[in-house]
């Protein structure tokens, strides 16, 4: 199969002059350049339409249409991109410090806006052109002064202000004032200005970015109507919410998804998840809402079987947890929130501590870490292999959650899943004063933060009982 996308050189070399007997037994099917005759909306008589399809270099596959009307003269060109809207929309900026840089390709798709910064005039999205910067300029200095004389009478402000546009358009294209810049803006992300590899740090810029809602909406790429949140304007539970954000790996923009659960017999939570395309970062977190409550929750579950690994467990980021069989705590904070089985967490908890202390991925194996000495190295290797026994389900042990906010949760199997079944206990317990300070609770003020008079009082009996 003939590739149908070729740079534009190889399409010159093909239809370059060739002797009169050659030209007459050239096959149409290898002619480069398609015409199709179709009517022409200026006399509705029918002209010749004519499509190349090309590539252009560094960039991707276009479509360049051409129409004449021999009957009438008129005449119109077109460039449209010959693949898909990309996941991301564009944004060029060009400083032009001299002639030869308004010799560079332009391509501007049919949603793209240009502007010239310095001019401060801009070009709506419209027909796609493939042209230069010149090209773009020139188009707009020729519109602008193509109907000043009939403004000039009826609207004479108007026609100073064009005017000064018009003289200092002019300048710009003589080459009389440098440097100013252009910009091109797509959210399709099928528009081009063509780099120079002696461009230096601020002469050529290109910006990738996440849509807007009603960038999507206006490419047709999502439903116009809103079924976002229900009448009331509350999130929806179980649907899946995308929002823009940016990657704390690379800084590049990317896409967090949302997803609001409701863990019965329990409360609900949010689900988030972060991943990045540039880097491949990726992240998964929970976040439980509500009323801090007043006591915190200790959650101690003894698992015997395949069965009990399969319960459903939820850790905030506030929970510790313990296992004491393995030899195993985890303080606060440090796998984040988490709604997953008991084998699931376990086995995060392995594979985080195995790539941290041997120093390996998952898939490279080996031992890593020559830092450790072989005493430290059997410990180890001793620690996961009673953590993978666990794993298993080859053998017992205690997992205990101790969660100052009561945020975390474990499933519980009795015929009443609202209460803790034989093999689990719950008890509240009155948090410390250091869980307090640590959460910001120490400090949180709830009655009288309304009334400075009464907070006033407060503070001058708290400093007379210090004097005293």
């Not at 001299?98 to 390709?105: I, K, P, T, V």
């Not at 009448?231 to 179980?238: Q, S, V, Y």
Request: hydrophobic share 35%.
């Amino acid at each position: 199969m003939p590739e149908l996308f070729t740079p534009i050189g190889e399409k010159v070399e093909k239809t370059a002059p060739a002797a009169a007997g050659e030209q007459e037994q050239q096959e149409d099917e290898n002619r480069p350049v398609d015409e199709i005759e179709s009517l022409c909306m200026n006399c509705h008589k029918n002209g010749i339409t004519r499509l190349l399809l090309t590539m252009i270099p560094y960039f991707r596959e276009v479509v360049i249409m051409s129409f004449s009307c021999e009957h009438c003269g008129f005449q119109n060109n077109e460039i449209q991109p010959a693949g898909t809207v990309q996941l991301k929309g564009v944004h060029y900026e060009l400083r032009l410090t001299a002639m030869a840089d308004f010799e560079r390709q332009v391509v501007k798709s049919d949603a793209a806006t240009v502007k010239f910064i310095e001019l401060d005039v801009e070009v709506p999205a419209g027909r796609g052109q493939l042209t230069n910067v010149e090209g773009l300029l020139s188009t707009i200095v020729d519109d602008l002064e193509a109907d000043q004389p009939a403004r000039k009478d009826a609207q004479p402000e108007v026609y100073a202000k064009i005017n000064d546009i018009v003289t200092k358009g002019r300048a710009m294209l003589a080459g009389e004032a440098f440097p100013f810049r252009v910009s091109l803006d797509d959210p399709t992300g099928n528009s081009f200005i063509t780099p120079d590899l002696r461009d230096g740090v601020g002469k050529w810029e290109k910006r990738e970015y996440l849509r807007t809602k009603e960038q999507n909406e206006a490419l047709g790429l999502v439903d116009t109507v809103t079924t976002d949140l229900d009448e009331n304007g509350n999130i929806i539970p179980d649907q899946v919410y995308q929002f823009p954000a940016s990657c704390p790996g690379c800084m590049h923009p990317c896409t967090t998804n949302m997803k609001m659960v409701d863990i019965p017999h329990f409360r609900q939570v949010v689900l988030m998840n972060t991943s990045c395309d540039d880097c491949g970062y990726k992240s998964n977190d929970v976040k439980t809402g509500g009323e801090i409550p007043e006591k915190g929750r200790k959650t101690t579950i003894h698992v015997k079987n395949p069965v009990d690994l399969a319960r459903d467990i939820l850790k905030s980021e506030s929970c510790a947890l313990e296992c004491p069989e393995l030899n195993l705590s985890v303080n606060p904070g440090t796998l984040g929130g988490r709604f997953t089985t008991v084998e699931g967490l376990l086995t995060q908890v392995r594979d985080d501590l195995r790539n941290q202390i041997f120093q390996t991925d998952k898939e490279g194996g080996g031992e890593g870490g020559d830092s450790l000495t072989e005493t430290d190295r059997k410990t180890w290797n001793d620690f996961f292999a009673n953590l993978d026994s666990a794993i298993k389900g080859e053998r017992e042990f205690t997992i205990t959650l101790v969660d100052p906010l009561a945020c975390s949760y474990v499933q519980s199997l009795a015929d009443d899943p609202s209460q803790p079944d034989d093999q689990m206990t719950v008890e509240e317990y009155e948090r410390t004063a250091e869980e307090e300070e640590e959460l910001g609770l120490a400090d949180m003020k709830t009655e009288g933060y309304e009334d400075p008079a009464v907070e006033a009082a407060k503070a001058a009996a708290e400093e007379a009982k210090k004097t005293e």
